[in-house]
């Protein structure tokens, strides 16, 4: 009777025998990752998310504060519109109306309306006081009195829509409407001049003869390198000698 003899095995055979139980090992080895490796693929993939939160938020910041300002100009609106020149007139005319759009505040505010401005102007020995409105400089003048009239406002510690600053000061131009309400009674200025200061440079809150009304602001924008100054003249001429106001128009005509 032939003897029954087993096949060989083959160097085929051996090697797919081999590759199957690397592959059992690769296996068995992937099901069992080391928890601190898998917590620094957590934590490297928390870091990536992180980083690009931070990235799109350097890149919009800049943007999203310009987005009220420019929806404003789109639809060709100004915060308020004046109906004419005011100098020290009251809520109120002699017929019981109002003089403009809007009622004057009880606060003391500017207003810029080109660019949405709309800030209460406050008192304060310190610049505490720009954590609370426009900070009307101590020891300058006022509406009432005459001379320079200095205001001041942060430019980017608070951002649009906050009225607490004057972040979009630069938009202003020359010939731009400036209001400021003062002691219940309305005074209108118009731009006249802007320009760059370096912040020792003091000499732009210095007392005028004529009534003048002076804004600056931190810039370029994010920095405090510079003041950005903006200065505005009185919507009406005054004649300091005889205390009288007389519009611009009638002048020029």
Same mark, same amino acid.
């Given at each position: 009777?032939?003897?029954?003899?087993?096949?060989?095995?083959?160097?085929?055979?051996?090697?797919?025998?081999?590759?199957?139980?690397?592959?059992?090992?690769?296996?068995?080895?992937?099901?069992?990752?080391?928890?601190?490796?898998?917590?620094?693929?957590?934590?490297?993939?928390?870091?990536?998310?992180?980083?690009?939160?931070?990235?799109?938020?350097?890149?919009?910041?800049?943007?999203?504060?310009?987005?009220?300002?420019?929806?404003?100009?789109?639809?060709?609106?100004?915060?308020?519109?004046?109906?004419?020149?005011?100098?020290?007139?009251?809520?109120?005319?002699?017929?019981?109306?109002?003089?403009?759009?809007?009622?004057?505040?009880?606060?003391?505010?500017?207003?810029?309306?080109?660019?949405?401005?709309?800030?209460?102007?406050?008192?304060?020995?310190?610049?505490?006081?720009?954590?609370?409105?426009?900070?009307?400089?101590?020891?300058?003048?006022?509406?009432?009195?005459?001379?320079?009239?200095?205001?001041?406002?942060?430019?980017?510690?608070?951002?649009?829509?906050?009225?607490?600053?004057?972040?979009?000061?630069?938009?202003?131009?020359?010939?731009?409407?400036?209001?400021?309400? =003062?002691?219940? +009674?309305?005074?209108?200025? !118009? $731009?006249? /001049?802007?320009? #760059?200061?370096?912040?020792?440079?003091?000499?732009?809150?210095?007392?005028?003869?004529?009534?003048?009304?002076?804004?600056?602001?931190?810039?370029?924008? =994010?920095?405090? +390198?510079?003041?950005?100054? !903006? $200065?505005? /003249?009185?919507? #009406?001429?005054?004649?300091?000698?005889?205390?009288?106001?007389?519009?611009?128009?009638?002048?020029?005509?």
């Amino acid at each position: 009777m032939a003897k029954k003899t087993e096949p060989k095995e083959t160097y085929s055979s051996k090697k797919s025998k081999g590759s199957a139980k690397g592959s059992t090992k690769k296996t068995t080895s992937s099901n069992t990752t080391d928890p601190k490796s898998r917590t620094l693929r957590i934590a490297r993939n928390i870091a990536i998310v992180l980083a690009f939160c931070v990235g799109l938020f350097l890149v919009l910041m800049p943007i999203l504060p310009q987005l009220p300002y420019y929806l404003l100009q789109l639809r060709g609106e100004q915060i308020y519109e004046r109906q004419g020149d005011f100098w020290g007139e009251s809520a109120v005319n002699t017929e019981g109306e109002n003089n403009n759009d809007r009622e004057i505040p009880e606060e003391n505010t500017l207003v810029i309306p080109a660019v949405g401005i709309d800030v209460n102007v406050v008192e304060g020995e310190s610049d505490d006081a720009l954590n609370y409105g426009a900070w009307h400089r101590p020891n300058t003048s006022n509406p009432e009195v005459g001379g320079n009239m200095v205001i001041t406002g942060h430019r980017f510690r608070y951002l649009p829509p906050s009225n607490l600053t004057f972040y979009h000061l630069d938009k202003v131009q020359e010939g731009d409407d400036i209001i400021v309400y =003062w002691e219940g +009674k309305e005074y209108d200025y !118009v $731009v006249t /001049e802007i320009f #760059v200061v370096e912040p020792e440079e003091v000499h732009i809150e210095a007392d005028t003869a004529s009534p003048r009304l002076t804004l600056y602001t931190c810039t370029p924008l =994010w920095t405090a +390198k510079q003041r950005l100054v !903006v $200065v505005a /003249e009185p919507a #009406v001429e005054l004649d300091i000698t005889e205390g009288e106001a007389v519009e611009l128009e009638s002048i020029e005509e």
